[in-house]
C-alpha cells in the first residue's frame, strides 16, 4: 500500500460529550502519564507503517478527540518516522481538528508551523443552553473567540461543525448561528443530524421526521444563499474548498489511519482495517512491534459495487445514468424523479444525482434502488 491520505487519531478530550461515539477519553478518566504513553506508541506505529505512505500525500488529517489538546512539540516527536515534510506539498490539505476550548492564539500558530494550513472547528451550536444539553464544555463566547483565533493565527481555509436535529433547537437558531458563523471567513460547514442511540436518555426529544427534514431543507437553502455548495450531503463549501481528506474517503481512494480505532483502506489491497479502540492494547501491541490491527475485512467484487453506490449517492456529482443498468432500476429511478429525490445533473447530461430533498432523504433513496 502507498496510502495518498494519512489520519491521525488524537484520543483526549477535555470532557466526553454525552452524545459522542468517537474513541476519545476525557480529561476525567485520563492519568498524568498517558500524554507520555501515547506519544511514544504513536510514535512506534509511525515506525511500522514509514514506508507505505505515497511519496507526496494529497492530504493529512489530525483528528479525535481533541487534537489541540496535544502540544505541537510532542507531535512533531511522534510523528518523526514519516518524514511528513518531505511528503507535503503546496497542494497537500492539512487539516486539525479543534474544539473552541482549546485554541490559543500561540498554539495556533505553533500548529501552523508545524504545516497543518486547515482547521475544522466543533462548534455544535451557537446557544449556551443548548451546548450544555449537548453535553459541550465551551460557551457561545468562547467559539467566537476561538474563530476571531483561527482568523488571526492566519488560516485562511477553516471549516467549522454544526449539529442540527439538537432537542430544543429551532429554525431561528439555526439561521442566527449560520449567520453568526458565515460573518467569519470559514471555507466550509459540515452539518450533521443528531442521532442517539434509542437507550440514550435525550431519545424521545428528538425532533420527529418532518422537522428535521424541514431543519435540513433550510440549512441547504441558507447556505447556498451564502454562496456555499452542498457537496457532500452533510457538507457545504466555497468554490474550490471541498475537503480534499473527506473526499479521499468518498471517492474511495487510499487512506493510512494511525492511532487508536483509526481505520484505513487500500483499493489496491482490496482491503480496509481498523486499530484497536483502547489507548492501552494499542500501546501494548506497537510495543511488541505488532500493527495494532482489531480486524481486517478483505472486500468482494459485490461489497465493492454496493460502496461504489454509497459513495456516489452522498456527493453532489452523483453517478452516471449507465449504472442504471436493469429496467427495475430505470423504473425507480424514474420514481424517484418523480418525487424530487433525484434529478439530471445540471452540468453533466450523462449522470443523475441527488436533490436537496434527497440528501434529507438519502436512506429512502438507498433503499428505493435496492442498494
Ligand atoms: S469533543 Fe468531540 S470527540 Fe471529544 S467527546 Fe466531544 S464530540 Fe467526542
Known amino acids: 500500500m502507498k496510502a495518498e491520505s494519512l489520519y491521525i487519531h488524537f484520543p483526549f478530550c477535555e470532557s466526553k460529550c454525552h452524545y459522542c461515539d468517537f474513541y476519545s477519553i476525557g480529561r476525567e478518566k485520563t492519568k498524568t502519564t498517558d500524554a507520555d504513553f501515547y506519544e511514544k506508541a504513536l510514535h512506534a506505529e509511525c515506525e511500522l507503517w514509514a514506508d507505505q505512505l505515497a511519496p507526496r500525500l494529497k492530504s493529512i488529517f489530525f483528528g479525535g478527540g481533541t487534537p489541540s489538546m496535544t502540544p505541537v512539540e510532542s507531535m512533531r516527536r511522534a510523528l518523526e518516522p514519516l518524514k511528513l515534510s518531505n511528503k507535503v506539498t503546496s497542494e497537500t490539505e492539512w487539516t486539525m481538528e479543534a474544539n473552541p476550548s482549546s485554541v490559543e492564539l ?41 474563530l476571531e483565533n483561527i482568523s488571526r493565527a492566519g488560516f485562511t481555509n477553516f471549516s467549522v461543525d454544526l449539529l442540527c436535529g439538537v432537542p430544543g433547537q429551532t429554525i431561528e437558531d439555526l439561521s442566527s448561528a449560520m449567520e453568526v458563523l458565515t460573518s467569519f471567513p470559514i471555507t466550509h460547514l459540515s452539518c450533521y443530524l443528531l442521532t442517539l442511540p434509542k437507550t440514550h436518555r435525550m431519545f424521545r426529544e428528538l425532533p420527529k421526521d418532518d422537522d428535521q427534514l424541514a431543519h435540513l431543507l433550510f440549512i441547504d437553502e441558507k447556505m447556498r444563499s451564502k454562496g456555499f455548495r452542498h457537496y457532500e450531503i452533510s457538507n457545504f463549501a466555497k468554490p474550490g474548498f471541498e475537503a480534499k481528506h473527506n473526499l479521499v474517503y468518498w471517492q474511495g481512494g487510499s487512506y493510512l489511519g494511525l492511532g487508536p480505532s483509526a481505520h484505513s483502506f487500500s483499493p489496491t489491497d482490496r482491503a480496509r482495517w481498523k486499530n484497536v479502540s483502547s489507548l492501552h492494547a ?13 480486524w481486517r475485512e478483505d472486500l468482494t467484487d459485490e461489497q465493492l459495487d454496493l460502496e461504489r453506490w454509497m459513495l456516489a449517492l452522498r456527493l453532489d456529482q452523483g453517478f452516471p445514468r449507465t449504472w442504471l443498468d436493469s429496467p427495475a432500476r430505470l423504473q425507480k429511478a424514474a420514481g424517484l424523479t418523480t418525487a424530487g429525490l433525484i434529478e439530471p445533473h445540471p452540468e453533466f447530461t450523462d449522470r443523475l444525482r441527488l436533490t436537496p430533498r434527497g440528501f434529507a432523504l438519502s436512506d429512502q433513496v438507498i433503499q428505493t434502488l435496492g442498494i
Open 282 to 294: 494499542y500501546g501494548k501491541k506497537v510495543g511488541l512491534g505488532e500493527k495494532p490491527i482489531e
Open 106 to 146: 500561540e498554539s495556533l500558530k505553533s500548529y501552523r508551523d508545524l504545516g497543518v494550513n486547515r482547521v475544522s472547528m466543533g462548534v455544535q451550536a451557537m446557544r449556551d443552553d443548548l451546548l450544555l444539553r449537548l453535553g459541550r464544555v465551551h460557551s457561545r463566547d468562547a467559539a467566537l473567540r476561538a
